[in-house]
């Protein structure tokens, strides 16, 4: 098989699954609107289980104030959350095969009158930005996501402009995502997003996971990862983290 009906058939591939997993309707919003809520990703006990080892984290670290990374080594839960069947099809459409883990977060969002900023994802990048999605953000809602519980808000169609939002620029158009526990919210990293203050009493809690085209540095590494966290997982999980990546070079090597 040559090199170009190697990458149509992992093109067929790809499509046949996404119309098996029900996602085409995932697909369009993706194109159009830049973002997309993902039902039935995970069940719920699922979503129950990411969100008491997040806010036990949130304890050991004293209500982190930054978000804690390298959450990987955290348990098994977060190993499940970046092999998602429907999540990573998606992802696949955005970055290509072979993507890879970028970093895996949490944050928790109390009450507070202090939204987040609009920003996209795209660090390191200057403008404009590549014609296609190298980096894609989701988030994992193990709350109700509304306006007034302090949801993602995203200025839709936002990616096709292929730079960072400069002077405020987004902040009156942004719309609060609506969606329900158990949810994931997907996005190009080209999106100009933040979120919501939150109005209600309690907590959100979420999961991010950012995603790269298989050729980008993640912000994370994984080289030091605990080796049963590699054992216990099948070797797809060991090609999501770039650990197979047959470009990777530590060192330079003389030809023999
Ligand atoms: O917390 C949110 O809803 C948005 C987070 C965000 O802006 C990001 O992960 O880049």
Request: glycine share 6%; aromatic share 8%.
């Amino acid at each position: 098989m040559s090199a170009a009906q190697a990458v149509r058939a992992k093109t067929e591939e790809l499509r046949q699954r996404i119309d098996e997993l029900d996602l085409e309707g995932n697909v369009s919003d993706l194109s159009i609107d830049g973002y997309t809520v993902i039902r039935d990703a995970a069940p719920l006990s699922f979503f129950e289980e990411l969100r008491e080892s997040v806010l036990h984290i949130n304890h050991r670290m004293k209500g982190f104030r930054r978000f804690p990374t390298n959450l990987l080594n955290e348990g098994v839960v977060f190993e499940q959350a970046v092999q998602l069947e429907k999540l990573n099809t998606l992802y696949e459409f955005l970055l290509g095969p072979n993507f890879i883990v970028s970093q895996v977060s949490a944050s928790v969002k109390r009450t507070t009158l202090k939204p987040f900023a609009i920003h996209a994802d795209m660090n390191g990048y200057e403008q404009p930005f590549p014609g296609h999605s190298v980096i894609a953000t989701s988030i994992f809602c193990c709350d109700d996501f509304t306006e007034e519980a302090g949801a993602t808000r995203f200025v839709p169609g936002s990616h096709h402009l292929r730079r960072h939002p400069v002077d405020g620029e987004g902040e009156s158009e942004a719309v609060a995502v609506a969606a329900p526990t158990g949810s994931i919210v997907l996005w190009d990293g080209a999106m100009w997003h933040g979120n919501c203050p939150r109005t209600l009493p309690g907590e959100r809690v979420v999961l991010h996971l950012t995603c790269n085209r298989q050729n980008v540095r993640p912000i994370e590494s994984y080289s030091g990862i605990a080796p049963e966290v590699l054992r216990r997982n099948p070797p797809e999980f060991s090609a999501l983290l770039g650990l197979t990546d047959r470009w990777e070079r530590r060192e330079m090597v003389r030809d023999r």
